[in-house]
């Protein structure tokens, strides 16, 4: 056998060895890195993607250019607005079994050349409440328009449901972008804690997920899929393996099965789901109206922060007996020194008190009120804050959803109106409070007509209306004209409800404010004197009540409720022979569901004369 040839020695072409020279090798495979493999893989998938992206748009079919709500879905669908015949043509009017919740609108299917369609959705707050569409941002929006920029057709819509929250906003503008809107405004965030749901796991998906999920949906392939699985398997699959939760047509809000915020109570995984879905509910409103080339304006939902107190409070989980009674203990003794006038005295126990358990929101509210008191307004307006985000029944949107807010605005480029910092730079101490707002949520008209030209300013900068804000004189033309068409009787009865839903909620303060502006506005109305003194009657302002109760029964002698009212006022009084009259009177006219009730009182009032001595 030969010896295997040295390294140093190799053969050339003719077959002879030279030193010095490399192999020739007779196999050199090029060795590719994982990276390329994957690099190269990519490619080919995204060319084939693509291919398959041009044949499906060549064949005419379309991207769903965002996703459904895999939450939650709706037990009955009915339009919000509805075909009807309005003087001689027809248009898109508010339909009638939805104008308990909706403003009255109405607007031609196709709009006419020119037109720049503006839809307000959102809440309570952008239909009007407690008054209506006129006064809202939306009424306001729709008079100064014209007056800043005559020379464009202007339409603005109040698309604002009473209650809603942005799962139904977002669902309702599925129905509105088929009106050729040019603009959305939202201002949503008030009602997300309103209704009772319950989340499959989907909502615990990263949020990457989402931002996948909806950029995979767009892609014609994925329309295809979604839409032979639909077929296939007779449903649309859900990014989630259980079904959303099936809320009803319309809201059924868990307060409307309680007395007051009772079924509250502290929840943070629940809050968190909560806040998820809000954050992907404006992503969603704002891909629906990017899917028909409209424009959003997002603006945070604000709140009045020194003149609500919090609707319900709890302690932290796990505070044992002790510590609540010793907490309550301090609290009271800081109602005691604020009696005697001494509220750096007060301070000191509240401060006691929040080392014990800072959880409730009313001890917040207590300490702001004693801080504002002392003239201490930054630290007032921190404790007003922390009371409004520890409300155990949130009816005013909490700090994260306007940080939500201001962060979608940032990520999507979507213009922002901060509508509650811009009340807090116009507001007393920086602190919003009965200037600003009507009750808790409901600004004033005021404040309504300021975010009106706010929208404008907005647009002004994104290049919508150009020049078009109104000068000073306009302004005050538009004001004058607004302001004059109120009917008193509608900010009366307005005003009269609230003290009502006030009342209902426990919160007495801002009720009997409610009821005395409603009497300011209206006081030839006996409903008016009616709710007015009952809301004085539950802050034990009785001799108010009695006065109230008396004008109301002076207009209407029928007034069978105000009888009865001012009979257990006389009671309590020992005027018994005063309330027996009334009691008389609440029988003879009162309702027939009523009758047990009054005999009860008549029978009540009876005994107490006959063992005072005194005839009936």
């Not at 409209?294 to 919090?310: E, G, K």
């Not at 409070?313 to 020194?337: F, K, P, T, V």
């Not at 307004?377 to 409300?391: G, N, V």
């Not at 002076?554 to 005063?578: M, Y």
Request: charged share 25%; hydrophobic share 40%; net charge neutral.
């Amino acid at each position: 056998m030969k010896k295997r040839r040295s390294a140093s020695r190799h053969e050339s072409n003719d077959g002879k060895e030279r030193p010095g020279q490399a192999p020739l090798s007779k196999t050199s495979p090029a060795r590719i890195s994982v990276v390329r493999k994957v690099v190269f893989a990519s490619i080919a998938v995204l060319l084939a993607v693509g291919m398959l992206e041009a044949l499906l748009a060549l064949v005419g079919v379309e991207s769903e250019t965002y996703i459904k709500d895999p939450y939650v879905g709706f037990a009955s669908e009915s339009p919000l607005f509805v075909e009807q015949r309005v003087d001689g043509r027809t248009v898109m009017a508010t339909a009638r079994e939805r104008l308990s919740l909706f403003n009255p609108q109405q607007f031609s299917r196709k709009k006419t050349p020119g037109t720049f369609r503006i839809f307000s959705v959102g809440g309570s707050t952008t239909f009007g409440r407690p008054y209506a569409d006129a006064t809202s941002f939306s009424g306001w929006l729709r008079e100064f328009l014209p007056a800043g920029a005559p020379a464009r057709k202007w339409e603005v819509i109040n698309a604002g449901g009473v209650s809603y929250a942005s799962y139904r906003v977002a669902h309702l503008m599925e129905e509105l972008i088929q009106y050729e809107p040019d603009l959305f405004v939202i201002y949503s965030g008030h009602n997300e804690f309103l209704e009772h749901r319950l989340y499959t796991k989907v909502i615990e998906a990263p949020k990457i997920s989402h931002r996948l999920r909806r950029t995979i949906g767009r892609l014609r392939t994925a329309t295809l899929v979604g839409r032979f699985l639909e077929k296939a398997i007779g449903g649309r699959p859900q990014p989630g393996s259980e079904s959303p939760t099936l809320l009803s047509g319309e809201v059924d809000a868990q307060l409307d099965h309680t007395v007051g915020p009772s079924s509250y109570h502290r929840d943070e995984e629940s809050k968190k789901q909560i806040l998820d879905h809000y954050a992907f509910n404006v992503n969603r409103m704002i891909d629906i109206a990017a899917s028909v080339g409209a424009r959003v304006l997002l603006i945070t939902p604000a709140s009045n922060l020194r003149a609500c107190s919090p609707f319900k409070s709890e302690h932290r989980e796990g505070l044992d007996q002790q510590s609540i009674h010793s907490w309550q203990n301090l609290l009271g003794r800081a109602h005691q020194a604020l009696r005697r006038d001494a509220p750096q005295e007060a301070l000191s126990f509240l401060d006691q008190a929040l080392a014990v358990d800072a959880a409730p929101a009313h001890l917040h509210f207590l300490r702001a009120q004693v801080l504002d008191r002392l003239g201490r307004f930054d630290e007032a307006k921190a404790s007003y804050l922390r009371a409004r985000d520890e409300d155990v029944c949130p009816l005013r949107a909490p700090e994260p959803v306007l940080a939500i807010l201001r962060d979608i605005a940032h990520q999507t480029h979507t213009p922002l109106i901060d509508f509650q910092s811009f009340l807090d730079h116009r507001s007393e101490n920086g602190i919003p409070g009965a200037t600003e707002f009507l009750d808790h949520v409901h600004p004033s008209m005021e404040s309504h007509r300021l975010l009106a030209l706010e929208i404008i300013a907005a647009l002004g900068r994104e290049g919508v209306v150009g020049a078009g804000i109104p000068d000073e004189t306009a302004i005050r033309q538009v004001t004058r004209k607004v302001m004059d068409s109120v009917d008193p009787h509608e900010q009366a009865v307005g005003m009269m409800n609230l003290c009502k839903v006030l009342g209902w909620a426990g919160k007495r303060d801002e009720a009997y404010r409610a009821g005395l502006e409603a009497a300011r506005l209206e006081p030839g109305s006996a409903e008016v004197q009616y709710e007015t003194g009952l809301a004085a009657r539950m802050l034990n302002q009785n001799q108010e009540a009695e006065g109230f109760l008396r004008k109301a029964i002076g207009l209407n002698p029928k007034h069978a409720e105000a009888h009865c009212a001012l009979g257990v006022i006389l009671e309590d009084q020992g005027r018994l022979q005063e309330a027996l009259t009334h009691y008389e009177s609440a029988l003879a006219h009162g309702r027939i569901e009523q009758r047990e009730r009054d005999v009860r009182n008549l029978e009540s009032v009876k005994t107490k004369l006959g063992a005072a001595g005194a005839k009936p």
